[in-house]
């Protein structure tokens, strides 16, 4: 097979794969920028699937990827209430909140399916953006996509200014690093770490709605497949920074679209071996990056003033 047509293909399914990850791991950067580190990521992306597949039956898929970020949202406010409010340990109550998204969401599927036998989606148009779509490679893999994937052109660079060129940006940042200096500027830490875990939450929930309603178009239980953590990782992969994590992301999509890559060339590699390459990349990654720049120097320390 001609390599020059796998590599068009190759590249638009990398983007693609991208995409759920790119979402996920928007949300965290928030997230963490604010000084708390959210491994309930997994919980609100497969809540965001769930509630974005059910939504798209109805509505259809601008429905579904407005349902998925509410549900995201809404698991990112019981976070919020058990590390902000109560001030539960951050790890311990990420744990829980994932295994709570993937057992209710299975358990909503299974009770949904047995009273209202719903089909598979139907399959999501490629949109294609005139003359940028037709120049080679980088066409079809940037714009010759769903339209869910144009909207993260839009997410990183609003998330970039916000970051950097706002006050809200400027405050959440601090609140990563100096929460007393935030105090004494007259904000509350809490209410924007609260504000924080709630948008990352819906950027995620809306990574896991594009998983059931765009890429898959059906719910299965457990489909985020460790996704959640990937984003994880891939924040600090990216140092904190949105260019970073963005890459970052591109980099996992470009790793798991290799299965498409092999089924093409029909190489003899054990299929579970493919599937295990993103994470097997996540370690060696981190292995060899670590310690390139700090995280926020917050990160996962509960909050010790007042709101």
């Given at each position: 097979m001609n390599p020059e047509s796998i590599l068009p293909g190759f590249a638009a399914a990398a983007v693609r794969a991208a995409t759920p990850l790119a979402f996920a791991a928007a949300?965290?950067?928030?997230?963490?920028?604010?000084?708390?580190?959210?491994?309930?990521?997994?919980?609100?992306?497969?809540?965001?699937?769930?509630?974005?597949?059910?939504?798209?039956?109805?509505?259809?898929?601008?429905?579904?990827?407005?349902?998925?970020?509410?549900?995201?949202?809404?698991?990112?406010?019981?976070?919020?209430?058990?590390?902000?409010?109560?001030?539960?340990?951050?790890?311990?109550?990420?744990?829980?909140?994932?295994?709570?998204?993937?057992?209710?969401?299975?358990?909503?599927?299974?009770?949904?399916?047995?009273?209202?036998?719903?089909?598979?989606?139907?399959?999501?148009?490629?949109?294609?953006?005139?003359?940028?779509?037709?120049?080679?490679?980088l066409g079809p893999a940037f714009f010759a996509q769903p339209m869910a994937t144009y909207l993260l052109y839009v997410v990183f660079p609003v998330i970039s200014w916000m970051l950097y060129r706002s006050i809200a940006g400027v405050a959440l940042r601090a609140t990563g690093e100096s929460p007393m200096a935030v105090v004494a500027a007259g904000h509350s830490p809490a209410r924007i770490q609260s504000l924080a875990i709630i948008a990352g939450g819906a950027l995620a929930g809306t990574g896991g709605a594009i998983l059931s309603v765009v890429h898959a178009g059906t719910f299965v239980d457990g489909m985020t497949a460790g996704r959640g953590f990937v984003a994880v990782a891939i924040v600090a992969l990216g140092r904190w920074t949105p260019l970073g994590v963005a890459t970052s992301a591109l980099v996992f999509g470009a790793v798991s679209a290799v299965q498409y890559l092999a089924q093409s060339l029909g190489w003899r590699v054990p299929y579970p071996l493919v599937l295990a390459a993103p994470y097997a990349v996540t370690l060696v990654a981190m292995a060899v990056f670590r310690g390139h720049r700090p995280p926020p120097s917050q990160l996962g320390k509960p909050l010790r003033d007042g709101p």
């Open positions: 949300g965290e950067l928030l997230v963490e920028r604010a000084g708390v580190i959210n491994i309930g990521i997994e919980g609100m992306m497969i809540v965001g699937a769930y509630t974005g597949y059910v939504a798209a039956h109805g509505a259809g898929q601008g429905a579904g990827l407005l349902a998925g970020a509410a549900g995201g949202a809404a698991m990112g406010l019981v976070f919020a209430a058990l590390v902000v409010g109560l001030r539960v340990q951050q790890v311990i109550a990420g744990t829980a909140l994932s295994m709570l998204g993937l057992a209710l969401t299975a358990s909503l599927h299974r009770a949904h399916a047995a009273l209202v036998p719903t089909d598979s989606l139907p399959p999501v148009a490629i949109t294609r953006v005139p003359l940028l779509a037709d120049v080679p490679v």
